[in-house]
C-alpha cells in the first residue's frame, strides 16, 4: 500500500472546549457534575466482577424510578430511539396487531417502526394537545383487538401528560400489553409500573434522570414475558433481541455484558414528582403574569417536565429562541410534529427543574418579547 | 396513587469507585486519562452550533482512520453490533442475496443478523485461523452473485488479519458491494477504505481507537450510497436508517444531531500501524522463548491487535486468566466462538499497544504457568 491518501485533519489537531449553557429545551437536559465525573471513571471489561455488581445497581436503581419488581429490567445500549424498537422488536411479530395512540409525534414514530417489521398498525388519532379518556380507548380495544396499545406518557412534542391509571386494566382484559413510552415524563411525574399494570416501560438518560444520552432504561413484566420470550419467529433485530439482553443483564441468572454509566439513578423519586409539579405550576403562573398562554387547556394534562406555549401572536418563534441562546446561553426550543411553529417549549428537567431555573427562562422570555421585532397581528 | 412499593435500592446509596486495571483482552481497552477527561464535559445539545461542529471534526477524523474521502462517513450511536447492523439493514433488502465469509464469529453473527432480515444468505466457511484466497472469493461470487459480500479484516475470536487487496476489485467485477467489518483491527493495522475499493465499512470505539463502548464509526461508499439510497422497501431499523442518520449527520448538507465523544480519534494512523505490528512481534517472539504456540500458522494472517496463543497443554485456561486477573489486576482472555477452549486471546490496542506491556504480559503468563496447576499431557 502507498502512503496515505487522506491526512489527518487539522481541525483535530486544536482541543475543543465545550461551553457550560443551561439546557432547558425538551432534552438533553444539564448533566449535574458529579454524574459528569462519574463518566471520566476508568473503563471496566464486561465480564469483569465490578461490572456485574454495577449492572445489578442499575437495575434496582431503574426497578425503583419504574416502581417494578420486574426480573427483566435493564438499560439499553442507545438512545431512547433504540429502547423503543426494543420494545417494538421484540413485543410484535411479522402480522401481529398493534393498536397505537397518536397525540403527537411519538405515537407517530411508533407506528412507522411498527410498520417497519410488518406489523399491522391500526391508531387512535386525536389533535396537537389532546389526549384519549379510557371510554375511547377501550372502543378502539374492543374493535382491533391488538396484541399490544401504545401510548405515550409524557408527548414531548404537545406538553401533555396522558392519564395512565385503568388503562393497563382494560388492555388485560382484552389480552393486550400495554407499551409505554415515558421517555420525556419518568421521574419527573408520577408513574407506577406494576400498581398500573403497564406491561412494558422505556425511558431515556438525558431527560430527567440527567444522565449523557446513550442508554436507555427499560422493563418487562411477566406478562410480556410470556409473549417475547415464546415467539414463533425472533425478533428483526440481535443487538435489541430480549432474549441476548436478559442474558447479558443476568435476568435469567446468567452471565451479563458491558455498561458505562452508573448515572441514572434519581433518589426521592416522590420528592422528584412533587418538586417537577411545583416548579412547573409556579412556571406557568409567571407565564400567565406575562401574558403568554399555555399550549395545553386542561391543567391535569400539562407535562411538568416539557412546558408548551402558544408561540407569542406576532414573533417569529426562531427570532426568540435565537435571541435567547445568543444573550442568556440557554436553549429553549420551538415545536415539532403535530406543534411545529405553533409553540416554545421549555423544558424543565431533573436537576433543571428549579424556581431559580423558572425565573432565568421568566426574565429571558421576557426580555426577548420586548427586542424581537413583533409585527401587528 | 398509594405511596411508593419499590424502595430506594441501599446499594445506590453508597459511592462506588471503579478500579485501574489494565485491560489487555480482546476489548474494550483502557481509555487514557485524556479521553475519559473529555467524558466529563458538559453535555451540548442536538442542534447546538458546537455540536454540528464537533460532529464535522469527528466526520474529518473517521475520514483519516478509514482513509477515505467518503461523503457519507458518521457514528452511530450504539456498539459495533448497531453499526453491523446499520451496515447490513441499509445494504440488503428482504430476498436479496448476500455472500458472507466465516472464519470465526464475526461472520456467523452477520450471517445471524442478514438471516433475520430475510436476506439470501450463501457463506463461505473456512475452519478457525484460516482466511479465504482471493480465488476462492471470485469462485463463490461467480456462483452466487450476491449484491452485498461481507468479510472480517480483524477476526477477534481467531487472531486472523484477513488479507483485503484485490477483493474490492473482484467484488465490482461481478457488481456487489465489499462491506468490511474492521471493529478490532482499524487503527492497529493498514487498512484504506478508497484505496482498496471498499464499500462499506465500520469499527468499534472501544478498541483500537481507546474511546469508551457506544459509539460506532461507519462510511459508505459512492457506490453504497447509490444502492442504499435508492431500495424498494425501508430499512427495518428506523434507529438505524442511513436516510435519517446521514441527514442528521448533515452528509447532504442538512442538520446534523448530537454526538457525545470527541475521542475517536488517532494522529498518525501510519505511526499506529507500525507500533501495532512491532510490538505484536515483539510479543510474538516473547511467547516463542516461553515455548507457547501462536494459533495462526501464517505469519502475515497474525492480527496485530488481537493475539490468539494456543492453550498451554495440560492447563485449564480460566485457572491462567483468573490467576493473572487476581495476581496482575490485568485482564487476558479465553477464546470465543470457534476459538472457545482452544486458545488465550491477548489485545494489545491503541494505547495498550507497547513493548512495556508486553513485558508485563509475558511476565504474569510466565508466573501463571509456574503457580496454575499442571496435569501430565
Redesign the interface.
Known sequence: ?????????E???QP??????L?L?PG?S??PARI??A????????L?A?TIE?M??IK??I??A????NRVTLAV???G??A??CAIFNSLEHGESVLIAINGIWGE?AA??AE??GAKVNTLVTSAGGYFTNEEIEQALDKYRPVVFFLTHGESSTGVVHPI?GIGDLCHKYNCLFLVDSVAALGGT?I?M???GIDIMYTGS?KVLNA???TAPISFSERACQKIFNRRT??????LDMNLLANYWGCDDKPVR?I?H?NT?I????NSWKRHKEVAEYFHKGLGEMGLKLFVQDKKARLPTVTTIVAPPGYDWREITGYIMKTYNM?ISGGLGPSAGMVLRVGLMGCNSSKANVDKVLEALADALKHCHKSRV
Chains 1, 2 share one sequence.
Open positions: 500500500m502507498s502512503s496515505l491518501c487522506v491526512l489527518p485533519p481541525c483535530l489537531l475543543f472546549t465545550v461551553p457550560q449553557r439546557m429545551g438533553p444539564n448533566v459528569t465525573a463518566g471520566a471513571q476508568p473503563i471496566l471489561g464486561h469483569h465490578e454495577i445489578n445497581q434496582s436503581g426497578q425503583y419504574f416502581q417494578t419488581q445500549s442507545g438512545p430511539h433504540a423503543m424498537e414514530r412507522e417502526i417497519r417489521i391509571d408520577p407506577c406494576d400498581e398500573q438525558q449523557p444520552p446513550g425472533k425478533p428483526i433485530s440481535y443487538f458491558v458505562k452508573l439513578l433518589k426521592g423519586l416522590e436553549e
